[in-house]
């Protein structure tokens, strides 16, 4: 099959595009994925540590992501939960390392205050969104129009408060510099999980993994779709 043949060409080998791929081959039409790396996978990229599987990449697995679990006993994989004894670490602006418990902050009072406060205008605006259409906000394209970064800079004083929230939000979270995203990008994906806390819990958005590492779940895709996927 190549991509004059084809009913659909789809676009990037990632799990979007294996899956859209996968529903329109169940539908009975042509379909081609083009790749432009030379792996699929995109955002998920099995790696190796002490030869066990390891992921960069997405690794996490909500309970409540129904359609993933369906996908997974679909493919034959499984999940196990996710390993969380241990210190979590924050490296500060000033380059300190703080060791700290996971469910507590490595804040001092006056950055912690803050960050609360940050934190709990982030939640009450996560509430009044719909995480399945946040478009539908009154205030949306405002809240689209200016980066998280924009919104720290104006709402978070402290120096460190405003760090830390970053380093949540953006590096743990988004995986992404904060000025390249929306206010409402990031609130829409809390009001996904519920609040900001619910991001970091171990029993929800950070709940499971999958056994041989998440890679595992294009790379199937891709096996099923044989030479349809073009890398
Ligand atoms: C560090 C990190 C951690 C993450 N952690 C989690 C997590 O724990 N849980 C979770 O659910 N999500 C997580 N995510 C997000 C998750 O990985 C992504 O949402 C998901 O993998 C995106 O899949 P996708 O198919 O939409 O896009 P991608 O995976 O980005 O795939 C797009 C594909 O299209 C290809 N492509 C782009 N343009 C072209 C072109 N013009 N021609 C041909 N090919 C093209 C790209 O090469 C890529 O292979 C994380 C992401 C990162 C980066």
Redesign the pocket.
């Known amino acids: 099959m190549n991509e004059r043949d084809a009913d659909v060409v789809v ?7 294996l899956v859209a791929a996968s529903d329109l081959v169940a539908a009975g039409r042509e379909v081609v994925v ?4 030379d792996r ?5 990229l099995n790696t190796e540590i002490g030869g066990e599987p390891n992921e ?6 909500a309970p409540y ?1 129904s359609e ?1 679990h369906a996908l997974l006993a679909e493919l034959g994989l499984e999940s196990f939960h996710a390993y969380r004894e241990g210190d979590s670490l924050y490296i500060d602006p000033a380059g300190e390392l703080h060791r700290y418990a996971a469910d507590t902050e490595p804040l001092p009072a006056t950055a912690a205050a803050d960050y609360a406060r940050a934190v709990a205008k982030l939640d009450a605006l996560c509430a009044e969104l719909d995480p399945e259409a946040p478009w539908e906000h009154p205030l949306a394209t405002e809240l689209d129009g200016i980066t998280f970064e924009q919104w720290l800079a104006a709402e978070v004083d402290d120096t460190l408060a405003r760090d830390f929230l970053r380093s949540n939000m953006a590096g743990g979270y988004m ?1 992404k510099p904060a000025d390249s995203f929306s206010l409402l990008g990031a609130a829409a994906t809390v009001a996904g999980a519920g609040s900001v806390a619910n991001l970091f819990e171990p029993d929800l958005c950070l709940h499971s993994r999958i056994v041989g590492g998440s890679q595992l779940i294009p790379l199937r895709l891709a096996e099923r779709l044989g030479d349809r996927v073009v890398v």
């Open positions: 676009i990037g080998a990632g799990v979007a595009g083009l790749e432009a790396r699929v996978g995109g955002r998920l960069l990449g997405g690794q996490w697995i992501q993933m995986t």
